[in-house]
């Protein structure tokens, strides 16, 4: 069974500029997240999606980044315009269920945003 | 108040003994609990899930839950240097209905040979 896929691994833009990250969940996975994994911190959630509703958006700073998730599958995140701050890892995961149920996430290799 | 909390560390431990990691949450009814270990450089990977209050083992390794004290730990006998790491510990909260999927700051765990 193949993993989570992201896209790109690396990723180095000057402030101001845009970018955007992919991601390919298990297949048949309902729920999809994107995580903020700021170095030396934990992942902080940015968006959670059950199918293509958005469960939890709260921690995400909505000025700047924006994110969907068409027909349910793949997903992409986009920061526009990036701050030295958004300087981070960005991880997907996907879980097989949602809501109370929810088990074990699964996650891709994640995406290293450097912002200069 | 942060949802969940964890001693960031360092926690350093010889080789053999045992490593006590712990985790406190905010939100009285959640009711899924997890221990996810992360190497430097590398994704979060679960190592424990627990629901119900008490301990469950797996090899090396022993989670407890006390939801009356809001209380997760995470023991990891006999430790090996392989087992450093960063220990990060997740609930499954739904203060509002709305289930979400949060993790703590996590705790490095360095096991000295």
């Known amino acids: 069974e193949a993993g989570v896929a992201q896209s790109p691994r690396y990723k180095i833009i000057e402030k101001r500029q845009s970018v955007a990250f992919w991601c390919n969940p298990i297949s048949g996975h309902a729920t999809l997240y994107w995580y903020q994994q700021i170095l030396g911190q934990g992942p902080k959630l940015l968006i959670q999606f059950q199918n293509n509703g958005v469960v939890d958006d709260s921690q995400l700073p909505k000025d700047r980044f924006s994110a969907e998730r068409l027909k349910g599958v793949d997903s992409t995140l986009k920061i526009q315009p990036a701050k030295l701050e958004d300087s981070a890892v960005y991880l997907c995961a996907s879980s097989k269920s949602g809501g109370a149920n929810t088990g074990e996430l699964f996650f891709g290799e994640g995406s290293r945003l450097t912002v200069l | 108040q942060k949802e969940v909390e964890q001693n960031s560390g360092p926690l350093s431990v010889p080789e053999g003994a045992i490593a006590s990691l712990n985790c406190t949450y905010s939100?009285?009814?959640?009711?899924?609990f997890f221990w996810y270990r992360q190497y430097s450089g590398k994704s979060p990977e679960l190592i424990m899930s627990i629901y119900s209050n008490g301990d469950k083992e797996d090899g090396r390794f022993t989670a407890q839950l006390n939801k009356a004290s809001q209380y997760v730990s995470l023991l990891i006998r006999d430790s090996q240097p392989s087992d450093s790491a960063t220990y990060l510990c997740?609930?499954?909260?739904?203060?509002?209905?709305?289930?979400?999927?949060?993790f703590g700051t996590g705790t490095r765990l360095k096991v000295l040979a």
């Open positions: 939100d009285r009814g959640s009711q899924s």
């Open positions: 997740a609930v499954n909260t739904g203060p509002s209905g709305t289930y979400k999927y949060i």
